[in-house]
C-alpha cells in the first residue's frame, strides 16, 4: 500500500468510528468535498499536509494522531 492509499483508508476509518460521512467531515474540516473525494480517489497525487490538518482539525486530532496507525507503518520511500 502506498502512502496516498494509506491515508484515503486513515480518513475512512476515522469517519467509520465516527460514525460521519464524507460530506459532514468536509463541512466540520472546511475542506471543499471535492479535495476530500480526490485524496479518497487517490486522484491527488500528493495530498496536501495543509488539508491534512484541517481534516484533523475538523476531527479534533492531532495531525500525529492522524499518523498513528498501522497502516503507516513500514513505509518504503517512494520516488517517482
Known amino acids: ?20 460521512a464524507v460530506n459532514a467531515l468536509a463541512n466540520i474540516s472546511g475542506v471543499p ?7 479518497l480517489n487517490q486522484k491527488s497525487k500528493n495530498p496536501g499536509v495543509v488539508s491534512i490538518k484541517k481534516i484533523c482539525d475538523g476531527l479534533d486530532i492531532s495531525v500525529r494522531e492522524f499518523f ?5 507503518d513500514d513505509k518504503e520511500q517512494e520516488i517517482e
Open 1 to 20: 500500500m502506498r502512502t496516498k492509499e494509506a491515508i484515503a483508508a486513515r480518513i475512512i476509518e476515522l469517519c467509520n468510528q465516527r460514525k460521519i
Open 33 to 39: 468535498p471535492s479535495t476530500i473525494y480526490s485524496m
Open 68 to 72: 498513528d496507525s498501522d497502516l503507516f
